[in-house]
């Protein structure tokens, strides 16, 4: 879609750069692992993200024994980055020691590997000069789930595997994380449009743009509404092609605006409520979003041989950026950002659904003042070590301010810190520092455009994951892990001195990233497996096959004898059987290995009650009320019977 002409590939070997060939299989492979991830829910499931990490290292490995990527030492940079994130993998997997729930911290590891062993890939696949295959791949990608999503409000059935509600989420399954792979994607394709190489590339790419704002508009996301602007300020602060970039936003901007008015007038198209009024509002919308389309594509088409005759005086530059701060300062101010804020304080309604516009213009932060105070208070008590990986939903049980049912922070920042201390959280900053200090480097350079391009996502995607757990969503965070390892490594530095090539790699951090791969693959496959095990005894259950059901559960403890879910879910299958004093035993083994989970002894007490053990069922009961004290089932269950 974006490849560059084919005469490119004319003196490419001369030169020294890769071909055109290769370039396309990038290109290709980034779309596809972009729109895959996002079509499995954003790869949230642990099965998901740990099958992609043994995938990643495996690669990893493949290409180093037959010496394929980029030749040379890798960058500083990238070295920095490779080695803050595998410490944090490591501190993560150290956490076992005081963390309560062994299996969560697992799940914790291997996902900061599969963003470990996708910095790496990137790094090492990634030529001199030889960002745009990637920034291309991302595109399209995220160009492609956008398209998805609003076909799944224009027809529902065609997102059947979208959670309910009214605010769209298909297919991340949750509407700010798609509405940040969307600001991402608002801020590729805004690029896309002053830089492609070809008249009718930035034509079509800007016919495009309507796509991601509508993605950001139905969710009812204000978060992502924000990242995008946020790219859109700095691609228009770092483009070198300012004038066609400027041109290609007032059209699209014309056009999606337009778009916006006309879809608030169709009320139960822009709500979700289903129903046939719904279908043929969408149809509407599908015919009215494809003559847009149309007509930004041949406008921006038109208006592209105009635009290089355009220059604005310096003065006026100056005079506008002048006046963009004081309208930025004045809707401040009328915002009331007091009375804003302490709306946003206030504990958030039971329900997040209700019409889009409501959502959108809703001050309250949905819990976020709530969830973020409780992980400071996990910070303050625990500041060295944290609370162990992935302890925050237990930590917010017993401690959160209000009843919520949350298992993360909703901001990486300061989960981070609250799970991992001083030490997690100054691993992950410097992680983020190290592609921030290149960029402020390599912005003027030749490369300047993919620098400006790779910022404006990495600033996007950070942003939306200091706010929300964008973290947890691979499809989502995974464009600034790219980004990240682009702006650290080759592909956006520049050419050295006279031609010099770059020195051979050491043996001995060779060897270190060998034995970190080889490391990486046994514990990506042993969650991956564990997994599994436990999707064959879950539905061997639905259907009735309890022998098979309690032999793959076996399998999953014998894969992770420290984690509780495995015997949780062999107890469940032996009381579901009938056998009473085995389940009870598994389920008392479970809670030993999670001691601060509450749904274990609620489960337990369940089991206890059934076969008879009136006062050990009133004691666990209990010992589940004290883990989470604020819900109401546990109230009205200890109040029942005691």
Partial sequence: MFAQASAESIGAHQEGRTPVSFRQLITGAVAAASFGLALDQGGFSA????????????ALLVASALGLGASGRPPRAVLAGAISL??????????????????RVFEEVVRDLFYLGAFVLVAVCARRGEARPWLDGLAIGLTGVCAVALASRIDPSFGTGAFPGSRLNYPIGYWNGLAASAATALA???WASAAASTRGARALVTAALPLPVLTIFLPASRGGAVAAVLALAILLVLSGERGRLVASLLLAGAVSAALVLFIHGEGAFMDGV????????GRVVLAALIGSVAILGAARHWLDARLPALSVPPRAR??????????TLGLVVAADPVARLDSFKQPPAASTSGSTSANFTNDNGAGRYQFWSSASDAFDHHPLLGIGAGQFSSWWSQHGSIYFIVRDAHSLPLQTAAELGLVGLALLLFFLFVPLRCAWTRARGEHRAEVAALLAIFAAGVFSASIDWIWQLPAVFGPVVVAAALLSGAATEAAPAGGARSPRPRRGPRIAAIAVAVAAVGLSADLLLTRLALDRSQAAARTGDLPGAAAAAADAIALQPWASEPRLQLGLVQEQGGRSELAIANLQGAAARAPEDWRIPYLLAGAQRRAGQTAAARASLRRALGLDPRSPLLRRAVARRG
């Fill in 188 to 190: 590729l394709l805004a």
């Fill in 47 to 58: 099965g998901v993200f740990s099958g992609s990490s043994l995938a990643i290292w495996w």
């Fill in 86 to 103: 595998a410490l944090l993998a490591a501190w993560s997997l150290a956490s076992f020691a005081w963390a309560s729930d062994g299996g």
């Fill in 274 to 281: 289903g129903g046939a009024e719904a279908t043929r509002q």
């Fill in 318 to 327: 100056r005079v506008a950026a002048v006046l963009a701060v004081l309208i």
